[in-house]
């Protein structure tokens, strides 16, 4: 298996130059060169088999040239050793909650993954590895946890100032050792730039192996496609729906929702998915006119989804060879406020007894406009990226009662912080990675 750039298909490069080098020098994203249909009987295999099982079968053609499928199962076993359970909010309705991971969201998934991916692919390199992402608050975590105390890698994460939760922010600056975080005075947007112009600054890169594990980088994305099949066997154990199963995808960078698009290239039968947001909601609007039009994030409750340039956009488009129609056959976006949000987390609880948190909210709002004049037709999966005690002050201000923490996220509230504060200049933050950098 090639990876090609989305810029340049003729650019061609095996999976370790794609995942070391995070992104193309042509600015693009890379893509496999054939995504693989999977078997009848790998679909059986899938039904009936546990989350690690189905990753290894799921991945192993994504990553054959570069790994045996020994290496490929001992990283799995690692990287998926919690729980994805499905959970009905009724009949026609249930979320996929993808928060039982070390840091409580569903980054932990793919970082995870691609953290065990680059130990495998550095195991025999003298030079280190330094990774730096940019988080709008659930990347950060998952990234610091996955990477912490790496030998031969250093993290930078670069998070902007004032816009993560409390707990988010914890999660990402008390570990210390490997892990360097950076606050930047700016959007989250800002951040993803600074990310994106230091992997394509040649003086840097030639000084210093540099990647990403943002969802610019294809390990990250990859392994998603897992959950989509797991989800997709445990709602037709519920119910017979088959060939009516439709998922809902609460959306900031995009990456999720691409790794979901994939799973159905490679065989699975989902009709149809939602791509939902929040104000901050460039994809929609293109799905609703056509256009594309990038713009400066808002802030919201649903913070890891306030981004106003997509990354991961530019793989959707490629994906379906730039063809509108194309797109909207398969994707549906919709749209909602902060007061929506709210109104649906209270909603939930006192109908179905479930607690969402404001992302997974935005999803459900999603989910329940588009079966609205479908009851009866369709069974709907909406993913539940994060635990609501990561926002817990949203959470608990909307339904005026406390929320459980969970011990391993409570741990790191009395820890000390040790962020660096850095204004949202390229060429000062470009001058501290350099001396930083191993």
């Known amino acids: 298996m090639k990876y090609y750039s989305t810029k340049d298909k003729g650019l061609r490069v095996g999976l370790k130059e794609a995942v070391l ?51 490929l199962e001992e990283i799995v076993l690692s990287a998926f050793n919690f729980p994805i359970p499905l959970k009905e909010i009724d009949e026609n309705k249930a979320v996929l909650e993808l928060f039982h991971g070390p840091t409580l969201a569903f980054k932990d998934v793919g970082a995870r993954f691609m953290s065990r991916l680059m130990s495998k692919l550095i195991t025999n390199d003298k030079s280190g590895l330094n990774i730096i992402v940019a988080t709008s608050g659930d990347t950060g975590s998952a990234v610091a946890n996955g990477f912490y105390d790496i030998e031969g890698i250093r993290v930078f994460i670069l998070f902007p100032s004032g816009k993560v939760s409390t707990l988010q922010k914890k999660q990402m600056t008390t570990l210390g050792k490997n892990i360097i975080p950076l606050e930047i005075s700016g959007t989250f947007d800002d951040c993803q730039k600074i990310v994106k112009n230091a ?13 990403t594990a943002n969802s610019i980088n294809i390990a990250r ?12 066997y445990d709602a037709l154990k519920l119910n017979d729906y088959d060939e009516q199963i439709i998922f809902c995808v609460p959306s900031g960078n995009f990456g999720n929702l691409c790794a979901g698009l994939l799973a159905k290239k490679m065989g699975l039968n989902i009709r149809h998915f939602i791509a939902a947001t929040n104000v901050n909601d460039v994809v929609p609007e293109y799905l609703r006119s056509g256009t594309f039009k990038a ?144």
């Open 21 to 71: 080098s995070g992104m193309p020098s042509d600015g693009g994203l890379y893509m496999p060169e054939y995504i693989p249909l999977l078997s009848g009987e790998e679909l059986r295999r899938i039904e009936k088999g546990t989350l690690p099982e189905i990753a290894v079968t799921v991945l192993q053609d994504y990553v054959s040239e570069d790994l045996s499928v020994n290496e």
């Open 199 to 211: 992997l394509n600054d040649k003086i840097l890169n030639s000084q210093h192996r540099l990647t």
């Open 221 to 232: 994305l990859l392994p998603q496609s897992v959950y989509y099949f797991k989800g997709y």
């Open 295 to 438: 713009r400066k994030s808002v802030q919201t409750l649903s913070n890891a989804m306030d981004v106003g340039n997509p990354s991961n956009f530019e793989r959707i488009v490629d994906l379906y060879d730039g063809l509108y129609e194309k797109t909207t056959a398969e994707i549906t976006g919709f749209a909602f406020s902060d007061t929506e949000t709210k109104t649906q987390i209270s909603t939930t609880l006192r109908q179905s007894e479930y607690l969402l948190d404001p992302h997974g909210a935005v999803g459900l709002l999603a989910l329940e406009k588009y079966m609205k004049d479908r009851k009866g037709t369709l069974y709907g999966v909406s993913l539940e990226t994060a635990h609501p005690s990561k926002f817990i002050e949203t959470v608990e201000g909307v339904i005026g009662n406390a929320v459980s923490i969970p011990q391993r996220l409570s741990d790191c509230l009395n820890k000390e912080e040790h962020q660096i504060l850095m204004e949202n200049d390229y060429e000062k933050i470009r001058e501290f990675l350099y001396e930083k950098m191993i």
